[in-house]
């Protein structure tokens, strides 16, 4: 099966900016979750999206947004860029996202730069 | 507010000896916890899960030990390999509607196997 992927890996923005990340998750995976890391703040929890509906966020601006499509591809979109956006985006997906024993398998991150 | 600590930012091991990383939490409602192994710039790998009515769960050279009345779980790994050198992070979840998706990740411990 293959794994969790992520497009683009980098990217360069510059402040004001706005950004669509995208995540592909493992066949027949229905739960998506975004998480950042930063140096300071380590992994951090965005959101999470099953069968098109936004179920969990995590405490982030509004400026951090994302959709899931029907065949569960996902996509997260940060608008007004700001320098401390700069970070690694990483998606996860897992069959159902019910946290009592469901894994979560990562892709390999978008490395987002905001200049 | 952190919930999940790993204490030891770093940890040196010789090839061949056993590597024990530590990990503790404050929220005893988890559930499932779960070890990842990263490198850098790419995304965290699964290496192995434990559920909250266990206490050990071997996988290979792995071993997850978890003990509920101090909150506090484990990783061993038999024998370290250089191949092992690497950020390790612990991760916990939760059962319950809100928090579906959402890991709760350790701030890691920073392996490094010496030959």
């Known amino acids: 099966k293959a794994g969790v992927t992520q497009t683009p890996r980098y990217l360069i923005k510059t402040r004001g900016q706005q950004v669509t990340l995208s995540c592909s998750p493992i066949s027949g995976h229905r739960s998506v979750s975004w998480y950042q890391q930063t140096p300071g703040q380590g992994l951090q929890f965005l959101f999470e999206?099953?069968?098109?509906?936004?179920?969990n966020k995590g405490n982030f601006p509004g400026r951090f947004s994302g959709r899931q499509f029907s065949n569960s591809r996902s996509e997260m979109n940060v608008s007004t860029l700001e320098l401390g956006d700069s970070a690694l985006y990483l998606c996860?997906?897992?069959?159902?996202?019910?946290?009592?024993?469901?894994?979560?398998?990562f892709g390999p991150g978008t490395r987002l730069t905001v200049l | 507010d952190q919930q999940v600590k790993q204490n030891s930012p770093s940890l040196s091991v010789q090839e061949g000896r056993i590597s024990i990383l530590n990990c503790d939490y404050t929220?005893?409602?988890?559930?499932?916890f779960l070890w990842y192994k990263k490198y850098p710039a790419e995304g965290p790998t699964f290496l192995i899960s434990i559920s909250s009515i266990k206490d050990k769960n071997e996988d290979g050279r792995f071993t997850v030990f978890l003990n509920k009345s101090a909150k506090h779980l484990s990783l061993h790994i038999v024998p370290s390999q250089p191949g092992d050198s690497a950020v390790y992070f612990c991760a916990a979840s939760l059962s319950s509607t809100d928090s579906w998706g959402k890991l709760q990740f350790g701030a890691g411990t920073q392996v490094v196997v010496t030959p």
């Open positions: 929220n005893s409602m988890f559930d499932y």
């Open positions: 996860a997906s897992s069959s159902t996202g019910d946290g009592g024993a469901d894994t979560q398998y």
């Open positions: 999206y099953f069968s098109e509906t936004q179920r």
